[in-house]
């Protein structure tokens, strides 16, 4: 069956640095665009990161700009989310999302913590 298993979420200090990964498996990894989203404690959730199939093409909010990097390893099954120079206000559950918007399909992690915080 379809998952997404996110991993990667920890307690960061202001200013530190985090990694996190999400590993794909039961369908066709290399086709799908790949999001990362996040949802703060009583906020909407809201799209981060996305990245194209083959990997060519990313965009971000204009909050994590020049500060976060989405990048994926099709051989992996994987995308990540590369998290420099953390803001208290990046604290939230962050969700990986695989989307196909030919088909409209779209599939979602169980999410995992980011707490920024000293």
């Known amino acids: 069956q379809v998952q997404l298993v996110e991993s990667g979420g920890a307690l960061v200090q202001p200013g530190g640095s985090l990694r996190l990964s999400c590993l794909a498996s039961g369908f066709t990894f290399s086709i799908y665009t790949m999001r990362w989203y996040r949802q703060a404690p009583g906020e909407e959730r809201e799209l981060v990161a996305a990245?194209?199939?083959?990997?060519?093409?990313?965009t971000y909010l204009d909050a994590v700009k020049g500060r976060f990097t989405i990048s994926r390893d099709n051989a992996k099954n994987t995308v990540y989310l590369q998290m420099n120079a953390v803001k208290p206000e990046d604290t939230a559950i962050y969700y990986c999302?695989?989307?196909?918007?030919?088909?409209?399909?779209?599939?979602w992690g169980q999410g995992t913590q980011v707490t920024v915080s000293s």
């Open positions: 999302n695989a989307y196909r918007p030919v088909v409209r399909m779209s599939y």
């Open positions: 990245i194209t199939n083959r990997g060519d093409s990313t």
